[in-house]
């Protein structure tokens, strides 16, 4: 039976038909745009910001910088901003998407070539390319000459396998740095920027396997203690909570100090401080609600952070700052009053698809101080470093139209708009030039 949706989709073969010309389509669309970001990145050349690059001395404007390997052209650093904003991308997406198209163009032509021919999946020349970003240009191109015949068809490990080799033949000093600085790459992350109403976070790691050992060993100690002690929780939920006895237990260690006098070592309390947003409500009657963390940006139950504040925990109420007053200081300096009432207002950098913390952002006055720009809270907003020095020093402009809405308009007439960190195109297109 035909959908009113695809009224020649009739049978399951056209079905099928209808699917793959669709997707044969989108990936040739896909192609398409990494080509344009090859035409940008030539109209950005290196020459276009040579002339502003002062020779010695610190560095403000824009810079010609690498975005590829060894051999690629270099870039106008503010460049990938207005294509990755044409294209509702951040910046740092934009900067890998041009890199990409410049690595494959310059340093894997075999493969760009396969890649425009349909012959193999573009997800997975770009996962090549920034895998080959730091090899030599003759490792390379062994690496696109070794994987012209069969990249479509072979596996990612083997891939991976084969820059490590060209690494090593070509490259044998970084090569040898890479195993020296390996363990560097060990980590271990609480993502406690994506905590889950339920006040849950996700941990992983790479540890070094006795470090490892260890570790699992002294998780599944805690866990038996917390069973012999009456737990009856599952294994998982109390490894869970041997975790967190095993960090407490390290920071009583990590915090004693002598009391003096020859007296006892006495522990200092764990100080952890969340900035928490609550009702007034929630706080003096005891109802049930979400309240708004702002360190992680995430919300957790009103009945989590009751649990988080029980015990010998260290609560301190700061009033409520009003949004909506305004403020005003004659100094070019912005008082701590109004650097956090623009965080509060406008969470995250206030540049089209930026979602870098206010918290880590420089508080920037929209209309320059010296051109008269008051110190105020109609004309401040946060923008991260790099946001910030390309509103400076290019033709990216921008205005507030209320508290937490911000238009701006690129160096070639796009204008955009960002409201209460959502970001959204006013026209689809720029105007001609």
Not at 135 to 158: H, Y
Not at 205 to 233: C, K, M, N, Y
Not at 261 to 290: F, M, T, W
Not at 318 to 329: F, G, R, S, W, Y
């Amino acid at each position: 039976m035909a959908s009113p949706e695809l009224p020649d989709c009739d049978t399951p073969a056209a079905v099928l038909a209808f699917a793959q010309r669709r997707r044969a389509a989108a990936q040739r669309a896909e192609i398409d745009v990494l080509e344009a970001a090859l035409v940008w990145a030539a109209m950005h050349p290196e020459e276009s910001v040579a002339d502003a690059t002062p020779m010695t001395g610190l560095v403000f404007g824009e810079l010609a910088v690498p975005l590829a390997g060894e051999g690629a052209p270099l870039v106008a650093e503010f460049a990938p901003m207005e294509f990755g904003a044409a294209l509702g991308m951040s910046t740092d997406s934009a900067r890998a998407l041009v890199g990409d198209a410049l690595e494959l163009a310059h340093r894997l032509k075999r493969t760009w070539k396969l890649v425009r021919a349909g012959r193999v999946p573009l997800w997975k020349a770009r996962r090549l390319a920034q895998l080959t970003t730091t090899l030599p240009l003759d490792g390379a191109e062994f690496v696109d000459r070794q994987l012209a015949a069969f990249v479509g068809k072979i596996s990612w490990a083997a891939i991976e396998r084969l820059v490590d080799q060209a690494r090593v033949t070509f490259d044998p000093e970084s090569a040898d740095k890479q195993r020296r600085e390996a363990a560097d790459a060990r980590r271990f992350d609480l993502h406690t920027d994506q905590a889950t109403h339920e006040g849950t976070v996700h941990v992983e790691g790479v540890l070094d396997l006795a470090d490892a050992i260890d570790l699992d060993t002294a998780i599944r100690q805690g866990a038996e203690e917390l069973a012999t002690l009456g737990s009856t929780e599952s294994l998982g939920v109390r490894r869970s909570m041997a975790a967190g006895e095993l960090a407490r237990r390290q920071l009583a260690f990590d915090l004693r100090a002598e009391a003096g006098d020859g007296a006892a070592s006495v522990v200092k309390p764990r100080q952890v401080v969340i900035h928490v947003h609550l009702s007034h409500a929630a706080i003096s009657r005891n109802e049930a609600g979400i309240a708004h963390v702002d360190e992680t940006r995430s919300i957790v139950s009103t009945e989590q952070v009751r649990h988080w504040c029980s015990g010998d925990a260290q609560v301190v109420i700061k009033p409520v700052i009003d949004l909506e007053a305004h403020h005003h200081t004659d100094a070019y300096a912005i008082p701590d009053r109004l650097v956090e009432q623009s965080r509060l207002t406008q969470p995250v950098c206030a540049f089209p698809w930026c979602e870098r913390p206010a918290r880590r952002c420089d508080t920037d006055h929209v209309t320059a101080h010296g051109d008269g720009g008051p110190t105020c809270s109609c004309n401040l907003a946060p923008l991260c470093r790099r946001h910030h020095r390309a509103k400076t020093h290019t033709a990216w402009t921008y205005d507030t139209t209320d508290a937490a809405t911000y238009l701006w308009r690129s160096p070639h007439g796009l204008h955009l708009v960002k409201e209460s960190g959502e970001t959204r195109l006013v026209c689809a297109h720029p105007p001609d030039e």
